[in-house]
């Protein structure tokens, strides 16, 4: 049996990581596994709102009134999954992510979290250590494999991402592959992908408003293929080491083998 680890925390949006888990149980016959982490560091990050309620941070009792909060949320959230008829029970730890996330990983196939409109420090550093193919789900969730895109340097970590993909989902065989600002010369992994029996369209973007409509095009996607973003082409050519813009603000969901 395949196993997903969708992992939640406070403030996620639990709803689009649900249903985005529930299309991958359905179509690709996924069992979920769900994670609820407490981070050992949260006391220092205080948002200003969890779960839509506003929270009074002025409160000497603030503390407290989070964790009960957060409770609260817990319990919506086994509800949810019990409503959709998740039959794996919740798993709640509290910790450092990344050293729960890892060890969890040990024991399924892919790992899900959501990508959110700002990568965390959490979310990096899972990307620059995993080793199980992660789905960032973005803003519009997943319901479909029918429009799915390429980011493509023609490099090895897009390569390494695109094998990881075909052989998790063989049955998925159309791809429009996007390059912003790159022209390639000779296109090795649209080559590649079409030698394995693959429908590949390729757009590439220049001008001023490359950029813009580069992610136009994103948006328009059910899920975009992309390599590591330790190095290579969004850190790099696009986006260096402001925020990964590109990911952030685009709404849809990203797939890294």
Do not use: C
């Amino acid at each position: 049996m395949k196993k997903v680890l969708v992992v939640f925390n406070e403030g996620s949006k639990k709803n689009i990581l649900i249903e985005s888990a529930i299309f991958f149980k359905e179509r690709f016959g996924y069992e979920i596994v769900p994670l609820y982490i407490k981070d050992v560091r949260r006391d220092e990050i205080v948002p200003a709102t969890m779960d839509g309620m506003i929270v009074n941070l002025s409160n000497n009792s603030f503390v407290q009134e989070r964790d009960a909060l957060e409770e609260q949320e817990v319990n919506k959230l086994r509800a949810k999954l019990e409503s959709k008829e998740i039959k794996v029970p919740l798993n709640l730890e509290f910790g450092f992510p990344w050293d729960i996330i890892k060890e969890y990983m040990k024991s399924t196939d892919l790992l899900m979290f959501e990508k959110g409109e700002a990568l965390s420090e959490s979310a990096i550093t899972v990307l620059k250590n995993h080793f199980k193919p992660i789905v960032m789900v973005g803003e519009k969730g997943i319901k479909a494999f029918e429009k799915v895109g390429i980011s493509s340097d023609d490099g090895v970590k897009i390569n390494k991402s695109m094998f990881s993909f075909i052989n998790i989902f063989p049955e998925i065989n159309n791809f429009l592959m996007l390059t912003l600002l790159y022209k390639i010369e000779e296109n090795t992994l649209q080559k590649y992908l079409e030698e394995k029996g693959k429908k590949v369209e390729w757009k590439n973007f220049d001008g001023e408003l490359a950029k813009e409509k580069y992610l136009e095009e994103i948006n328009e996607l059910d899920l975009l293929i992309m390599g590591n973003l330790s190095m290579g082409y969004f850190f790099e050519k696009i986006t260096g080491r402001k925020g990964l813009s590109i990911m952030e603000k685009s709404q849809t969901s990203i797939f890294i083998g």
